[in-house]
């Protein structure tokens, strides 16, 4: 592979790269705070314009930072023959996994229904819309055809080079421009495949090369740095000059994410690359502070985060600005650190099932919505804390929609799991 990284294979396990778990928890933060602008929060102007229109890369990082995790972990392994067939296998079963989980998560969300009090009718019906993908999350389910497709990347990439990946993506880009309804789910898409996948494959492109990049020089490394925040901040100022100025530019040339244009992808990449390397940068004075503590433990638990947020979101969005957003932190750290313990708790306890980490969305979740449906907000406290007259939220929002997905304490390393550093 001309284009690709030498093997740096090692016998021994490498440990987790906290700078991928803390730019996880970036996105998974980013993606909290603009779910809560989109169900009405308040708050100063700039600050709404800041997250949700300048430095927005919720979904687009996350997808981005999944595909960094197949290039930098799984490809490293697929270059040993010895290794190849089981880091195959293991993207096949967490890719199953995923599935599992969409399914659980959309059937808990109808769980939800009759525990508001709300009438229930067709359940049979219902229950098939889930089963045949009519209905529930599509974000988890392009990471299902991704984690699939992963072992094809990894070999085209193995045995001719990057570039043939991205140029194999960039036409299927194409095609899914050209042709908008070929390849779509049954349930709603915000994230069709043949356009998202380009996103994806750019993460795994950029992840092959991590180890190059950590040979670099300092200087070089600012200098890429410098060029990425350029690139951002030219689409993000030009995306707002549009949208202010009232223009219409052709589709080429405009910046939407539903639907995917080109310059939008050109953004998600450079503000990911861009947060990614400042990350980079300052980890070696961060690590074990208690900002990258936070950012680390949402990071690792991004799975089951991604399930639960829209509840913490939908009832902390009609407190004072501030407060909302305070609680939505507190409730998703609190959630991550549920379940790291409920996979320890696993381990210790069910020691034949080797994969302990994939239970702690299915565990995480019965909890928090055993909470946040149990405990309802009393009227008076709501009352004196929500926000003044004029920035009433817009109520919580339907599931499935306006969605974009162990530090060293933690159970079984789950390198190997691009989900866990990324969702």
């Known amino acids: 592979m001309a284009d690709a990284l030498p093997s740096t294979l090692s016998s021994s396990a490498k440990p987790r790269d906290g700078r991928l778990d803390v ?70 079963q967490r890719a199953g996994l995923v599935l599992l989980v969409h399914y659980f998560s959309v059937f808990l969300s109808l769980l939800v229904i009759p525990l508001r009090g709300q009438p229930v009718h067709e359940v049979g019906r219902m229950i098939g819309d889930v089963l045949r993908l009519y209905s529930g999350y599509e974000l988890l389910l392009f990471y299902v055809v991704m984690l699939l497709a992963a072992p094809v990347m990894i070999e085209i990439a193995r045995r001719f080079g990057a570039v043939a990946v991205l140029a194999i993506s960039a036409a299927l880009f194409c095609v899914g421009y050209s042709h908008p309804h070929l390849l779509l789910y049954p349930l709603e898409n915000h994230f069709p495949l043949l356009r998202w996948q380009l996103v994806f494959v750019a993460g795994v492109v950029g992840g092959s090369f991590l180890p190059r990049f950590d040979a670099l020089a300092t200087a070089t490394k600012y200098r890429i740095l410098t060029g990425s925040a350029m690139a951002t901040l030219c689409v993000a100022a030009y995306a707002v000059v549009l949208r202010a100025g009232g223009y219409t530019a052709p589709a080429l040339l405009d ?50 985060l991604w399930v639960v947020h829209i509840y913490i979101t939908s009832h902390v969005v009609q407190f004072q600005w501030v407060l909302a957003v305070t609680a939505a932190l507190a409730g998703t750290y609190a959630m991550a650190r549920l379940g790291a313990g409920a996979a320890r708790w696993w381990q210790r306890n069910v020691p034949h099932l080797p994969r302990i980490g994939y239970m702690s969305p299915v565990a995480g979740s019965l909890l928090v919505i055993a909470v946040l449906r149990g405990i309802e907000t009393p009227a008076d406290f709501a009352g004196a804390v929500a926000r003044p007259a004029g920035e009433a939220g817009q109520g919580d929002v339907a599931l499935g929609e306006g969605t974009d997905d162990t530090p060293s304490d933690e159970p079984a390393p789950l390198d190997d799991d691009p989900l866990e550093h990324v969702a």
């Open 23 to 92: 730019l996880r928890g970036l996105c998974l933060i980013n993606m909290i705070l603009v779910h809560l602008y989109e169900q009405g929060l308040g708050g100063p102007a700039w600050l709404h314009d800041l997250v949700v229109h300048w430095f927005r890369f919720a979904a687009g990082g996350f997808i981005v930072t999944s595909g960094m995790c197949i290039g930098a972990i799984h490809y490293q392994r697929a270059l040993d023959p010895n290794k190849r067939p089981s880091t195959y296998a293991a993207l096949w």
């Open 255 to 304: 910046v939407t994410k539903f639907p995917l244009s080109p310059l939008e992808i050109v953004r998600y990449v450079a503000l990911t690359v861009t947060v990614g390397l400042i990350v980079d940068r300052l980890y070696p004075r961060l690590a074990g502070r208690p900002a990258e503590r936070f950012f680390r433990a949402v990071g690792t638990q991004s799975l089951l």
